[in-house]
């Protein structure tokens, strides 16, 4: 591809300490923001995302490291049951914790003892309102045809189930 300019090749993989240095450094002197201009202004050949995620979760020197308090754990639980999966409004409300560490944390020890939570199948709807199934059969024949097709049965209850109205009611047969 003549006349684009080559994107610039970017460091992966493990961050050296070297490198930690000079990104702490280049956020201490110049403040955070414009993650990409980081990346280039400090001399890192890393994205400017990977230089952001770095400095967010490792570098910055209010964070917490080492287990989380019975209160910490407490407010985790109680912030989930609000707010649900949203891991940064919940790490804002527990200083030095990071979204990515509350994550992890309730992914390999809170889950397991949150109540269990089993989804409901459209199978299982449907063997349960067995009589609420032959009522709507009933309601889904019209009066020039006495028995319905089974597709219609299908349409019916699975459109009951969403709480939708049928579009076409009047041509259902």
Known sequence: MEGEGAKPEFKKGLWKPEEDLILKAHVETHGEGNWSAVSKRSGLM??????????????RPNIKRGGMSQEEEDMIIRMHKLLGNRWALIAGRIPGRTDNDVKNYWNTHLNSRSPSRKRKTICSELDQNDEEKQNKSKRLRSPSNSQPTCNTIAVGIAEELEGKKPENEGERR
Do not use: A
């Open 46 to 59: 890393r994205c400017g995302k990977s230089c952001r995620l770095r400095w967010k979760n490792y570098l």
